[in-house]
C-alpha cells in the first residue's frame, strides 16, 4: 500500500511546480500525477495539497482560474507563471546541491 | 515580489467571502473525483490553513476581536457611554494641561531661530532692570565684538486718528525687528535698516494683520495710506504677516520706528536719556557665540559705559542673557514655571488615574457579568490567552474612543482658557504631532491601567465551572479579590488628594478677594499723562501737575489727589533689593503726602511726608522693618541698616502693591524730588462711582497741555486683570475637586453594590442558618472599613504634602485645611453605607432556597 512519506516541506512545492511545468492542471489531477509519476512512491495528501497551493498562490508563483473540465465539471486550474518558473529553477538547484552534499557525504563518511 | 505578494494579500483580504467559497467548491469538486468512500480530512481544518497561508493568523484573530469587541460595546449602550466620558474627562484633563504646557512653556516662540536670539537684562547687585536706556542700546550696537545684529523696541500706545480716545497698543521697535525675526510683510513692505533709518525718511508704520482686517477692513490699498498717529502724519508701509509674534506678549497693533519716536512724541528726550529705563534690548548671537561668552565679552562694553555715564553706570553691572529657546524667561522664572507646571501636571494625572480606577471597577463588574459567556467560549476551544486577548483588544477600542473624546475635550478646554486668560491671539492652540502622540500614549497608559488588571482576574478563574453554575457562585475567589479592596482603596485616596487641594486654592481665593489687602482699591481711578513725552520735565512738570490737580480737584465727586511714581497693581515696577534684608523684594515709590490716605495705608507710627522733607526722608513698611531692624521701633534710624544715607521718618502698614497676597514684598516710600514729577501718575480717589472721573480727568490732562493725551483707567480693573487667572484656576480647580467626588462615589457606589450582590448565595445561606439581618448587614459593612479608611489615611497625607507645597509661590495658598478631609471622609462613608444596603437589602429579601439552588 503506497504510504505517505513525510517529505521535507520545501519539497512539496518543488514538486508541485514541477509537475505544473509540463501544463496547467486542477487540483485532483496534481495530486493523481503525482502518485504517478513517482510510481506510487509519493502520496500527496489533501491536508498537504491544499495549503502548499495557497502559499504558491500568495507568492505569486502559480495563477488559478476556473475552467469547465472536459467531463463538464467546473474546476480550478493552476498554471506556473513566469515567476514560477524562475522559483523553480532555484529550488530544483538547491534541491540537487543538498542532495548531493548528503550522497558525498553518506559515500565518504 | 514583495510588493506584490503584500498586493495579493490584500487583495484576498478584500474578496475573502469568495475566496473561501470558491475554495470549499473546489474541495467539494475534488471530493466527488476521488470518490465519495476516500477520506478527505478535517475540511474544516483545511480551509483554516489555508486561510492561514493569506494572512497571518493572530491579525485575522484580531480582526475577529475588534469586531466582536464593537458589537459588545453596541449591545450595551449605556455601559459604553458611562466609560467613553469619564476616560475622555481624565485623557481631556491631561491633553489640556499639556497643550498649554507644550504652547507656554515648551515651545520657543516661533521666530528665526531662536536658539542665538537673546535678550538682555541688566543686572548688578543692588537692582535688576529689564529696561534700559536707549543711548546705551546703540552704544552697545557700536562697541562689541560677539553680536550680530542687536534688536530694541520700546513705547507704549499711541492715538490713532483723530479721535483723542482711541488709543491702540503699539511698539517702537528698530529697524531690523521683522527682518531679523524672520518675518516679512502680507502687504507692502517691513522696515528696512539703512533706509528706514535715515534723517530725512518719512514717518514710517507697519499695522498688525489683524488692524489691517478690522480697522482697514482688510483692504488691499493701505500701503502707502497716509494716517494720523498721536496726530503726527505717518504712511503705512506695510501689513505685518499673520501671527507674527510678539517677544513680550503685549499683542500691539503697530510698529513704528524706535529712531522716529520724537516725531510722535515732540519734545521727548526718550533718545538721549541716559538714566531711564525704557529700551528693551535684544541681540542675535555671532555663530559659535553662547550666551555666557556674550555676556563675558560684553563685560567691557559695560565697564566702558561705566567710564563714560558714571551716574548711570556701575562698573560692576553686567548684561544677563536670556535665550530666546526659553522664551527669553531668566533661569529663575523658568524653574518656577516648571515646579507649577509639575504640580499642575501630578493633579491631572491623579484624576487620570481616579477615571482609571472607577472604569477599571465598571470593566471587572462587566466582565463578570459576561463570564458565562467566556465559559461557553473556553469550552468551544478558546485559549485563555485569547479570551484574555478579545478583552484587552475591546479595552483598546474604549481607549481609542476615550482618546478621541479627550482629544475633542482638550483642545475645547484649551480653546476656552486662552480666551479667558487673555492669551495673545498668535499662540497657536492647535493640536500638533507632540499632543496626538501624547494622547496615544495617555490612552495606552490608561487602558493598561485598566483593561489589563480586569481581563487577567478573569481568565485566571475556571470558565468551565462557571457554564456549570449558570453565573452565580459564591463570593470567594473574586470577591474575596483583595484587588478590588484596593482598587477602593485607592480610588479614595486619590479623590482625598483632589478634595483636599481644590478644597485649598478655593479657600485660598475666598482670602484673597475678602481678606484685607492692606489697600483699598475699588474707588481709585488711576491717570498716565506721561509729560516726560512731551518735552515737560523738572519745575514745568511739576507746574503741569499742579495745574491738572487744580482743575479735578475743585470737583465734589472727588475726595482727594495723590501723584505716584507707580500704578499700584500696575505692570511696571521698579524694585530694590537690600542685602540686610536679602528675603525681600521692596516695591520704591515715590508718592506724594496724600497717598497713604488715599490708598487707605495706615501709617503705624510716625508720620507722613511733609512739603520740607527732601529725599532723606523715608517710610518703610512693617515688613521691612521687622526684616531688616527686627523691630518695630524703627523711627528716626538709619536706611537701609549697613549704609544708611536716609531717614526713617514713618512706618507704614504692610500693602502688598506689586503681587497681591504675596509674603515676600515689602514697601519703601520716597517723596517725589524734583524731577521726578516727569514721570509721575495721578491718582484720584472718588467719593462716588469712580468711572465719573475718567473723562474729567483725561479732559484736565489736555486742558493743561493741550499736546497731552492722556490715558485713565480704573484700579479695579487692574485688580482684575491680575486675579483673573487665579480665579479661573480655583473655578476650575473647585470643578475638578466637585467631578472628582462624584467620580469617587459613583466607583465606590459601583464596587460596593456589585461585590454585595455577588455575596447574595452567601447571604441566603447565613440567613439559612438562622443570622439576622443586622448582623449579615453589619459583616458587610464592616469589611468595607478597611479600604475606605486605608485611602482616607493615604490620601490625607498626599493631600497635606501638596498642600504644603502650594503654600509656596506663587500660590500662597493656606496650609492647614481641616474641613475638606472631614467633609470627604463623610461622604465616602454615606455612599459606602448606601451602596451596600441597597443590593442588601434585596439580597436579604430574596428566598434563602433560592440562593442555595445551585449547591
Redesign the interface.
Known amino acids: 500500500m503506497p504510504r505517505d512519506v513525510g517529505l521535507p516541506p520545501c519539497t512539496l512545492n518543488l514538486i508541485i511546480l514541477r509537475v505544473l511545468r509540463a501544463g496547467p492542471l486542477?487540483?485532483?489531477a496534481i495530486a493523481r500525477r503525482i502518485q504517478h509519476l513517482s510510481k506510487d512512491e509519493l502520496q500527496v495528501?489533501?491536508?498537504s495539497l491544499?495549503?502548499a497551493l495557497?502559499?504558491l498562490?500568495?507568492?505569486?508563483c502559480v495563477k488559478a482560474d476556473?475552467t469547465v473540465s472536459d467531463t463538464g465539471?467546473?474546476?480550478?486550474v493552476y498554471r506556473l507563471t513566469a515567476?514560477g518558473r524562475k522559483q523553480l529553477d532555484t529550488e530544483l538547484a538547491e534541491f540537487r546541491r543538498s542532495t548531493w552534499a548528503i550522497e558525498s557525504l553518506i559515500e565518504t563518511a | 515580489m514583495i510588493l506584490g505578494e503584500w498586493a495579493r494579500r490584500v487583495w484576498y483580504l478584500m474578496h475573502r467571502r469568495r475566496f473561501e467559497r470558491e475554495l470549499a467548491e473546489e474541495m467539494a469538486a475534488h471530493r466527488e473525483m476521488m470518490g465519495e468512500r476516500q477520506q478527505f480530512g478535517n475540511a474544516l481544518r483545511l480551509r483554516e490553513e489555508s486561510r492561514d497561508a493569506w494572512i497571518s493568523r493572530w491579525l485575522d484573530e484580531a480582526f475577529q476581536d475588534l469586531r466582536h469587541g464593537a458589537r459588545t460595546l453596541w449591545r450595551t449602550p449605556t455601559f459604553t457611554l458611562a466609560a467613553v466620558l469619564i476616560l475622555s474627562f481624565g485623557i481631556g484633563l491631561n491633553l489640556a494641561f499639556f497643550q498649554l504646557l507644550n504652547v507656554r512653556v515648551l515651545r520657543p516662540p516661533r521666530v528665526r531661530n531662536p536658539e542665538t536670539l537673546v535678550s538682555f537684562d541688566r543686572h548688578s547687585k543692588t537692582f535688576r532692570s529689564n529696561g534700559i536706556p536707549y543711548p546705551a542700546t546703540q552704544f552697545i550696537r557700536h562697541h562689541n565684538s560677539v553680536l550680530s545684529a542687536v534688536l530694541t523696541s520700546g513705547g507704549g500706545g499711541v492715538v490713532w486718528g483723530d479721535d483723542a480716545s482711541d488709543r491702540l497698543g503699539a511698539l517702537y521697535v528698530s529697524a531690523n525687528w521683522f527682518t531679523e525675526l524672520g518675518y516679512g510683510a502680507a502687504l507692502g513692505r517691513v522696515f528696512v535698516e539703512g533706509t528706514d533709518e535715515r534723517p530725512d525718511a518719512p514717518s514710517a508704520v507697519v499695522v498688525s494683520h489683524e488692524l489691517w482686517r478690522t480697522r482697514l477692513q482688510g483692504e488691499s490699498d493701505v500701503v502707502g495710506r497716509s494716517v494720523r498717529i498721536n496726530d503726527r502724519p505717518a504712511t503705512i508701509i506695510g501689513v505685518a504677516a499673520k501671527g507674527f509674534p510678539d517677544l513680550e506678549q503685549h499683542d500691539p497693533q503697530l510698529w513704528l520706528l524706535l529712531h522716529q519716536i520724537d516725531r510722535f512724541n515732540p519734545g521727548t528726550d526718550f533718545k538721549e536719556a541716559w538714566g531711564a529705563h525704557n529700551t528693551q534690548l535684544y541681540a542675535r548671537l555671532r555663530p559659535g557665540i553662547t550666551p555666557a561668552a556674550a555676556k563675558d565679552a560684553l563685560r567691557a562694553t559695560v565697564g566702558e559705559l561705566a567710564r563714560l555715564r558714571p551716574a548711570e553706570f556701575r562698573p560692576d553691572e553686567t548684561l544677563e542673557p536670556y535665550s530666546g529657546h526659553d522664551g527669553f524667561r531668566g533661569p529663575r522664572d523658568h524653574k518656577e514655571l516648571l515646579t507649577v507646571a509639575l504640580l499642575i501636571g501630578s493633579l491631572t494625572l491623579v484624576v487620570l488615574m481616579v477615571v482609571c480606577a472607577n472604569l477599571s471597577n465598571l470593566i471587572l463588574s462587566h466582565a463578570i457579568a459576561r463570564l458565562r459567556e467566556f465559559g461557553v467560549r473556553a469550552a468551544l476551544g478558546a485559549s485563555r490567552r485569547r479570551i484574555v486577548r478579545q478583552q484587552l483588544v475591546e479595552n483598546l477600542l474604549l481607549a481609542s474612543l476615550g482618546a478621541l473624546g479627550g482629544l475633542l475635550l482638550g483642545y475645547w478646554c484649551v480653546r476656552i482658557l486662552a480666551a479667558q486668560t487673555s492669551t495673545p491671539r498668535y499662540l497657536d492652540f492647535a493640536p500638533d504631532w507632540r499632543m496626538a502622540t501624547a494622547a496615544c500614549a495617555i490612552a495606552l497608559f490608561s487602558t493598561l491601567l485598566f483593561g489589563l488588571i480586569p481581563a487577567w482576574m478573569v481568565s485566571r478563574r475556571d470558565l468551565v465551572a462557571v457554564v456549570k453554575e449558570g453565573g452565580h457562585q459564591t463570593s470567594r475567589g473574586l470577591a474575596r479579590a483583595r484587588f478590588r479592596l484596593m482598587l477602593i482603596a485607592s480610588e479614595v485616596a486619590g479623590c482625598c488628594v483632589l478634595l483636599i487641594v481644590a478644597g485649598l486654592m478655593v479657600r485660598g481665593l475666598q482670602r484673597l478677594l475678602m481678606s484685607d489687602l492692606g489697600f483699598e482699591f475699588e474707588q481709585v481711578a488711576v491717570m498716565d499723562a506721561s509729560p516726560r513725552q512731551y518735552g515737560i520735565r523738572g519745575e514745568a512738570a511739576r507746574a503741569y501737575w499742579d495745574e491738572v490737580k487744580r482743575s479735578i480737584g475743585v470737583r465734589p465727586d472727588v475726595e482727594r489727589l495723590a501723584l505716584a511714581s507707580q500704578a499700584p497693581l500696575g505692570e511696571s515696577v521698579s524694585e530694590s533689593m537690600y542685602n540686610d534684608a536679602s528675603r525681600l523684594r521692596v516695591t520704591n515709590m515715590h508718592v506724594e503726602p496724600s497717598f497713604f490716605q488715599l490708598m487707605r495705608i495706615p501709617l503705624l507710627t510716625g508720620r507722613t511726608f511733609q512739603p520740607s522733607d527732601d529725599h532723606r526722608a523715608v517710610i518703610i513698611s512693617r515688613r521691612l522693618a521687622i526684616e531688616m531692624y527686627g523691630t518695630l521701633d524703627v523711627l528716626g534710624k538709619g536706611f537701609p541698616k549697613s549704609k544708611p544715607d536716609r531717614t526713617i521718618i514713618g512706618m507704614s502698614a504692610d500693602a502688598p502693591l506689586i503681587e497681591v497676597g504675596a509674603t515676600t514684598v515689602a514697601e519703601q516710600y520716597s517723596p517725589i524730588d524734583r524731577d521726578g514729577y516727569a514721570d509721575v501718575l495721578l491718582l484720584a480717589r472718588a467719593r462716588g462711582n469712580p468711572e465719573a472721573l475718567l473723562t474729567p480727568m483725561r479732559a484736565a490732562a489736555r486742558a493743561a497741555d493741550s499736546r497731552i493725551l492722556a490715558r485713565a483707567g480704573l484700579m479695579k480693573t487692574d485688580f482684575d486683570e491680575r486675579l483673573r487667572t487665579r480665579r479661573l484656576a480655583s473655578l476650575v480647580a473647585g470643578v475638578i475637586g466637585l467631578l472628582a467626588l462624584s467620580l469617587a462615589c459613583f466607583g465606590i457606589f459601583g464596587v460596593v453594590a456589585y461585590g454585595v450582590a455577588m455575596r447574595t448565595k452567601e447571604i441566603g445561606i447565613r440567613r439559612a442558618l438562622g443570622a439576622d439581618a443586622a448582623s449579615v448587614v453589619r459583616l458587610l459593612l464592616g469589611q468595607l472599613a478597611f479600604p475606605i479608611g486605608i485611602g482616607m489615611l493615604f490620601g490625607t497625607v498626599a493631600g497635606v504634602a501638596a498642600g504644603w507645597m502650594l503654600a509656596r509661590a506663587p500660590f500662597y495658598l493656606p496650609s492647614t485645611d481641616v474641613a475638606t478631609p472631614a467633609v470627604a471622609l463623610v461622604f465616602f462613608a454615606l455612599t459606602a453605607i448606601i451602596a451596600a444596603l441597597v443590593p442588601a437589602s434585596r439580597a436579604l429579601g430574596t428566598e434563602p432556597l433560592q440562593a442555595l439552588r445551585h449547591e
Open positions: 486542477h487540483g485532483y495528501e489533501e491536508g491544499y495549503p495557497q502559499r498562490l500568495v507568492k505569486g476556473w465539471r467546473k474546476v480550478r515567476s
